[in-house]
Every structure is written in C-alpha cells, then in structure tokens.
Nanobody, 124 residues
Framework: QVQLVESGGGLVQAGDSLRLSCVVS????????MAWFRQAPGKEREFVAA????????IYADSLKDRFTLSRDSAQNSVWLQMNTLESGDTAVYYC?????????????????WGQGTQVIVSS
C-alpha cells in the first residue's frame, strides 16, 4: 500500500518562501512520477509541477516555473516543493500525487496515489 504524507504548509506573508515535503511509503519503485497539485476554494485542482524519480526531470506550470522548484531524493523517498516569493494567489491546499507508470501529465486523473494535502495561506 502506497501512502503519501505531505508537510510544511502554513500561514506566511506575501513575499515569503515555504518548502513543502512529501514522503512516500510503500513498495520500492511503486511510483515513477511524483507531482504537486493545488486547489483553492471554489476552484478546480491545478497542476503545479512534476518530477521523475529516475533522472529528476521536471515540468512546471508555466505561471509558476520562475518561483517554484521541485526536487527529490530517492534514498529518502521524498520530494520537496520550494516556493519562493509567495503571493496571495498561491493560497490553496497543496497535494502530493504519485503515478505508477512513466509519463508526465498535468491532469489529476492520471495520478494513482494522493496525499491528504497541506494548507498554504499567503497573507497580503
């Protein structure tokens, strides 16, 4: 059974930075791709970034790529989302997601495993 556990959310001021963590537990190599999504109140879940365990290749939402950085450590089964220069529009619940098969996708339905989410609130 694969479990994803996020942490690192909180209340910050506009312009601050925050680092979200996602720890993956379960059988080795149970996921090929990890991603972060976010969902603001009343809005659909939105793709943030994704990374491959092997090689560390990343993709980002175009609007976020200059401020957000996704990284991983296979030995720790962890991925991190570094978020800089946060804006009020970044306020959302952030979800970690895992995909069993290779391939980068921006659609939530393409991911097989989900964490419970971590709340990020950016105060202006």
């Amino acid at each position: 059974q694969v479990q994803l556990v996020e942490s690192g959310g909180g209340l910050v001021q506009a312009g601050d930075s925050l680092r979200l963590s996602c720890v993956v537990s379960g059988p080795p190599s149970s996921t090929q791709v990890m991603a972060w999504f976010r969902q603001a109140p009343g809005k659909e879940r939105e793709f943030v970034a994704a990374i491959r365990w092997i090689g560390g290749t990343t993709i980002y939402a175009d609007s976020l790529k200059d401020r957000f950085t996704l990284s991983r450590d296979s030995a720790q089964n962890s991925v991190w989302l570094q978020m800089n220069t946060l804006e009020s529009g970044d306020t959302a619940v952030y979800y970690c997601a895992g995909r069993v098969f290779p391939g980068f996708f921006r659609e939530p339905g393409k991911y097989d495993y989900w964490g419970q989410g971590t709340q990020v609130i950016v105060s202006s």
